[in-house]
Each structure stands twice: as structure tokens, then as C-alpha cells.
């Protein structure tokens, strides 16, 4: 299943990853949770978090238990997107996400999830190639007479 949403916050949130390594850390990153600003006005527009980040090697990291939330206008009440996964392999160079495992992907409007996937943020395209299930929230009204 193929999904795209354009969404300015994409799975990139190896950059305190790099910037530990530009300084000779090698240490993981434990328990994280990083804010996303928005430039013009200076709210949190995101969050990631996840119980434990660390570089493999040049340019990739790897993060368990992965969650990214995406908020709307009224703060972190307001969670917009939401996507999980227990394993996620992020590439900076590449600007790519995958994990062998499952991949969650929850907003109001819908809600997918599937094991063995790749996020592509040059495309905004993410693909769960095995058990994918979807949900759709949609009012259908009164269907019966």
C-alpha cells in the first residue's frame, strides 16, 4: 500500500544523532523526545520520541520504539498525525526510513498499519509491502431507511 501526505515534517529527526557524532560521541541517545518549531511562529509543530537512538554508521541511526506527532494550531492537544513503529533505520543522505517490523500511521481522518515498510521523504511516499491493514473514520450518515 502506497500513501502520501504532504506534510512538511518527514521521519528526519537524525540530526542530534549527527551532531553527537560531529562531536565524538558515541553515545545513544536514551528516552528521547525532541521538539519541532515552527520558524515563522515559533510553535512546536512536532515531536519525536523514542527509547533509544543511535548512529550505525555514517549518516544512518537507528531508533526503537519511534513515535512522531505531527500538531495542529491548538498545541500538543491537537495531534494532526501520528506515526509509530518499533524499529525505524533512518538515512539522512538518502532522506529514507524503513523497518522490518510494523509501521503505524494514525491521523482523525484514517488509521494504517502493516509490517516491512520504507518512508521516502523526497516523495512524501511510505510503502507497507506485508499484512496491511487500514481504517477509515468517515460519517456515513444514516444508511438505512
Not at 537512538?53 to 505531527?70: F, H, S
Not at 517490523?101 to 506485508?130: C, M, S
Request: glycine share 8%; net charge negative.
Amino acid at each position: 500500500m502506497r500513501m502520501k501526505r504532504p506534510l512538511a515534517v518527514g521521519l528526519f529527526f537524525i540530526g542530534p544523532l549527527v551532531w553527537c557524532a560531529e562531536f565524538g560521541s558515541n553515545v545513544p541517545l536514551m528516552n528521547f523526545r525532541l521538539p519541532w518549531y515552527d520558524d515563522a511562529a515559533g510553535r512546536v509543530t512536532a515531536e519525536v520520541s523514542g527509547a533509544e537512538g543511535k548512529l550505525i554508521e555514517n549518516g544512518r541511526a537507528e531508533i526503537t520504539r519511534l513515535r512522531l506527532r505531527a500538531l495542529g494550531p491548538e498545541g500538543p492537544d491537537q495531534v494532526t498525525l501520528e506515526i509509530t513503529s518499533p524499529l525505524a533505520v533512518v538515512d539522512s543522505e538518502s532522506r529514507t526510513a524503513s523497518g522490518p517490523g510494523q509501521l503505524r500511521v494514525k491521523t482523525p481522518e484514517f488509521e494504517i498499519y502493516g509490517d516491512d515498510w520504507t518512508y521516502d521523504h523526497n516523495t512524501r511516499t511510505a510503502i507497507i509491502r506485508r499484512d496491511v491493514v487500514a481504517t477509515f473514520s468517515y460519517d456515513l450518515g444514516n444508511l438505512l431507511p
